[in-house]
């Protein structure tokens, strides 16, 4: 074999099986020789590829650019984009930079600034690499940022994820809304119709409607989902038909919607049939509520979003009755119950152990329905002990429920029950608080905090509530924490340490509270 005359298929075959089972002239070492001539022989008769298409320039973003301090700060943000850590479960006094970086965005974002340019790819890394970034990663980046993402495959999610609003043509733009709603990505048509219900209504559903029918059964539901935005009584007739749509989520979802219209033809059949279920019983020593569940799912009740096959562990009567009552307008039981108000029929007595049931229909009927005055009615009191008095024991309820109230009732509500029970179960009521937790809401994390470190026990058990407060506490509560970064003397009967670790999660409490305070002044600078 020689070197100047052995293929280089004969080259690999000879140095796969060996030169002794396949000898090479001059053995191993000539073979080497020929496979390094060749490798330059063909390295040097490469054809070069034609080169592509030159990308289009990059759009204009007109936004403001970044003060240089906020420039310097992303760059730190963005060179540590760890995952977030569980905050309260950390060892160290260092803020989280990682859990950061969504706040960063957040602020930088609600000022309507630009992102630098230098920055977009790591930035764009950062949203593949944690999705929970995406949504307000993408808005930074811009018209830019998607027109970058076009050209590495690795960052196409941002093509799938993007809102698309900084390219949406003016909703009036008759032919262009047109185009981009035969034309565009899924995330694109998506926004367009919610831009254009936006400005009118009526010609967001004749762009939905017109193609409703060659939608994909998935596209379809999103399309559906996107229209609780600006739900309205002229929606009806649409989402009636979608009532006999061939995809059952796609009928469970129009159910759904017509059900948060009180006036809909559907609210009024719910209601007829959840009034034949639930009545005012006077016949004893007090008035009750009694309760008489359907005894089967018709085909009309299906036809309406009643799903007939209950989840494991349920009875089909309850499943029902809770799918009946949920759809039927609140306002349909002050009229069955002797008109009492909704504070006084969360009150009354349920009869046969129903009343867990029809108390949990009626809070996703709130939620639902946006009901304020139910909701108040069905969270109790604050200071109630869980599990007495009326309203429901359910904290995911309760959360539910906050939601529908205004921001500062919410905040009100969350610090009395804080200051009534502490923080063991207000992890979740604290997530649907508005940011940051200011005022009374701030004051009463900050006691509460501050009566767990005394009771001795380990930060731990604390460590969800910890990590919303490095997020959420208005930074203006820090001087108020300042004195309880100290490590404390060890009182009997304390968990052993428990001190030291204590002045540890509040140090980095502190130290996360002062440099979110620096990243809102960067940015506003």
Not at 213 to 219: I, L
């Amino acid at each position: 074999m020689s070197g100047s005359t052995s293929s280089w298929e004969e080259l690999v075959t000879s140095a796969l099986l060996g030169t002794e089972r396949r000898p090479a002239a001059g053995g191993p070492g000539e073979l080497l020789d020929a496979a390094a001539a060749q490798t330059v022989r063909r390295r040097a008769g490469l054809v070069p590829a034609p080169a592509g298409v030159r990308p289009q320039a990059a759009p204009p973003d007109e936004r403001p650019a970044l003060p240089e301090a906020a420039r310097r700060r992303l760059a730190m943000l963005l060179a540590d984009r760890s995952a977030p850590a569980h905050a309260g479960g950390r060892r160290g006094s260092a803020p989280d930079l990682g859990e950061l970086l969504p706040q960063w965005l957040a602020i930088a974002n609600e000022r309507g600034l630009r992102a630098p340019s230098e920055l977009l790819p790591t930035l764009l890394d950062a949203a593949r690499a944690r999705t929970d970034l995406r949504p307000q990663a993408l808005a930074f980046a811009g018209p830019r940022g998607l027109w970058l993402a076009r050209l590495n495959p690795e960052w196409r999610f941002a093509l799938r994820g993007a809102s698309g609003s900084a390219a949406l043509p003016d909703p009036g733009d008759t032919e262009s809304v047109q185009l981009l709603w035969d034309e565009g990505l899924f995330a694109e048509r998506v926004a367009l119709l919610a831009a254009v219900r936006a400005h009118a209504p009526e010609a967001g559903r004749a762009l939905l409607a017109a193609t409703w029918a060659t939608e994909r059964a998935e596209d379809r539901l999103m399309f559906l989902d996107s229209l609780r935005e600006g739900l309205a009584a002229a929606d009806e007739p649409f989402l009636e038909r979608a009532l006999a749509d061939r995809s059952r989520n796609v009928r469970a979802t129009a159910a759904e919607l017509l059900s948060a219209l009180p006036g809909s033809a559907l609210a009024r059949r719910m209601a007829q049939r959840a009034t034949s279920c639930v009545s005012l019983d006077r016949t004893g020593e007090g008035p009750l509520v009694s309760v008489e569940a359907p005894h089967e799912c018709d085909a009309a009740m299906q036809r309406d979003g009643v799903a007939p096959r209950p989840p494991a562990g349920r009875g089909e009567r309850s499943w029902w009755l809770g799918q009946l009552v949920e759809s039927a307008p609140l306002d349909t039981w002050p009229v069955r119950l002797g008109g009492r108000t909704p504070r006084d029929i969360v009150a009354l007595p349920v009869a046969d152990d129903w009343g867990d049931e029809l108390h949990a229909a009626w809070c996703r009927a709130a939620v639902r329905q946006r009901d304020a005055e139910w909701s108040r009615a069905l969270l109790g009191a604050p200071s109630a002990p869980p599990g007495e008095g009326a309203g429901t024991a359910s904290l995911a309820e309760r959360a539910k429920l906050l939601s529908i109230l205004a921001e500062d009732e919410r905040a009100d509500w969350v610090a009395r029950f804080i200051s009534a029970h502490g923080l063991s179960e207000a992890f979740q009521l604290l997530g649907v608080c508005v940011v940051p937790w200011a005022g009374a809401l701030g004051r009463a994390v900050v006691d509460a905090l501050e009566i767990a470190r005394d009771a001795g026990s380990y930060p731990w058990s604390f460590s969800g509530v910890m990590g919303l407060a490095e997020r959420c506490l208005d930074p203006s509560e820090s001087p108020r924490l300042e004195a309880l970064t100290a490590t404390p003397p060890e009182g009997e009967g304390a968990s052993p340490g428990a001190g030291g670790y204590w002045a540890e999660a509040f140090q980095r409490l502190v130290a996360t509270l002062r440099l979110r305070a620096a990243m809102r002044d960067e940015l506003c600078g």
